[in-house]
């Protein structure tokens, strides 16, 4: 099974970077994208993110043989019926989502006789739109795929390797499994974010100016993740609500442990959680997850 032709569905961030990794990387293999922003689509075209962008999801998929959804998690049933009737009977589908628990029965239910192989590709950032999409984004990343139990073993292996001619190590694990890991690692995160910089601007005697004016290095990484897509982030916390509530009671029960350790004045207790957090710091560094230069490669070292 080959992917030669490759139609991408929404065109922001993810779409966008896709489309330029494919280019960059791939150039052999054929392009399309839709986006329903008529706005997306031009700026789209302009950036040449795909070969052709299309004016209709039915055009953009009708030959291809792997359609990537990147659409917010709402929107996925919504796009996969909309393409249903133009959609080549043996293509792949796949998506980008970061919830997968669920999603693969929605699309096999819109999307009969295809084969649906749900993927995520653990890379991003704040930014949004068919402005914010680089080539390099996925380099070194991991791309999770969940398939179903009766997946066709030569489409995973496809989309495998058309991940991997992206840049990405590719990781296999169940759907359920998949959304517990990531409320650990991105949601409850993004939701801390967005908690804390909520309640910084609430608060009554402290201006937002000062907030603002005095934001420290801490803060200022809370903003920047805070920043990030809001419908998507809306949906990813709707549809992965059960991992989501379960991995938020863990937190909220070593908060309280933390609040605890410093109203009795523990600092041993303190002292090994940091110590602890600080090892987990050193690892994802040496596993090439992230910078290690100081102030996070920053260039503005304000």
């Known amino acids: 099974m080959r992917i030669e032709k490759v139609a991408i569905v929404g065109l922001g961030l993810l779409g966008g970077s896709i489309g330029l990794a494919v280019k960059e990387r791939a150039p052999g293999t054929t392009t399309t994208g839709f986006d329903t922003d008529a706005d997306v689509r031009a700026k789209a075209a302009e950036r040449g993110l795909v070969g052709t962008v299309c004016s209709s999801i039915g055009e953009a998929v009708s030959d291809a043989d792997l359609v990537i959804l990147c659409v917010p998690m709402g929107a996925m049933e919504e796009a996969a019926r909309a393409m249903a009737s133009s959609l080549p009977l043996n293509a792949i589908v796949s998506d980008v989502g970061s919830s997968k628990s669920g999603l693969e029965k929605t699309l096999s239910s819109a999307l009969p006789g295809r084969h649906i192989i749900p993927a995520h590709p653990v890379a991003g950032t704040e930014q949004s739109g068919p402005e914010a999409g680089f080539a390099s984004l996925f380099t070194n990343r991991w791309c999770i795929l969940t398939p179903p139990e009766n997946a066709d073993s030569r489409a995973v292996d496809a989309l495998s390797e058309f991940w991997k001619d992206l840049g990405a190590r590719i990781e296999i694990m169940d759907a359920e499994h998949h959304d517990l890991v990531l409320a650990v690692t991105s949601h409850i995160p993004h939701l801390i974010a967005f908690t804390i910089v909520g309640t910084a601007s609430d608060l009554e005697d402290v201006t937002q100016s000062e907030v603002i004016k005095y934001s420290a290095g801490g803060f200022r990484d809370f903003t920047r993740i805070a920043a990030s897509d809001p419908v998507m982030w809306r949906d990813v916390f709707l549809s992965n609500k059960s991992a989501v509530l379960e991995m ?30 600080r090892a987990i710091r050193k690892q994802v560094i040496e596993q090439g997850q992230d910078d290690d230069r100081p102030d996070f490669g920053r260039e503005d070292h304000v």
């Open 248 to 277: 938020l009671g863990r937190f909220t029960e070593d908060l309280t442990a933390l609040q605890r350790a410093i109203r009795s004045g523990d600092g041993e207790t303190l002292h090994d959680l940091f110590s602890r957090t």
